[in-house]
């Protein structure tokens, strides 16, 4: 069973930065590009990056460029999302996800496996 878990999400405020972590099992972590989405209240899904598996792939939206980095570890089955000097309209639900390729318009299209999402809400 593929199973994605979230977590790091929580209240920040304007200006600060959070550590959003992704745990993966049930599939083989290593060969599977992964990746971060979010989506904030009332509006559509939205990539943000993304990691290949067996390739060095890896993209990021525009928007994001400069202030969030996303690393994998292999040994603990785990991605990150470092998120820094967040504003408002950063607040969302971060979802991560994971599929076989990681290119620039599965930032559109979305992946093959999600988990349930983190939210992240940055004050004034």
């Known amino acids: 069973e593929v199973q994605l878990v979230e977590s790091g999400g929580g209240l920040v405020r304007a200006g600060g930065s959070l550590r959003l972590s992704c745990t993966a099992s049930g599939f083989d972590f290593d060969d599977y590009a992964v990746g971060w989405f979010r989506q904030a209240p009332g509006k559509e899904r939205e990539g943000i990056s993304c990691?290949?598996?067996?390739?060095?792939?890896?993209y990021y939206a525009d928007s994001v460029k400069g202030r969030f980095t996303m690393s994998r570890d292999n040994a603990k089955n785990t991605l990150y999302l470092q998120v820094n000097s967040l504003n408002a309209e950063d607040t969302a639900v971060y979802y991560c996800?994971?599929?076989?390729?990681?290119?620039?318009?599965?930032?559109?299209?979305?992946?093959?496996?999600w988990g349930k999402g983190t939210l992240v809400t940055v004050s004034p």
């Open positions: 996800a994971a599929d076989f390729v990681c290119r620039p318009a599965i930032l559109r299209v979305g992946m093959s496996y």
């Open positions: 990691i290949g598996g067996l390739d060095s792939s890896l």
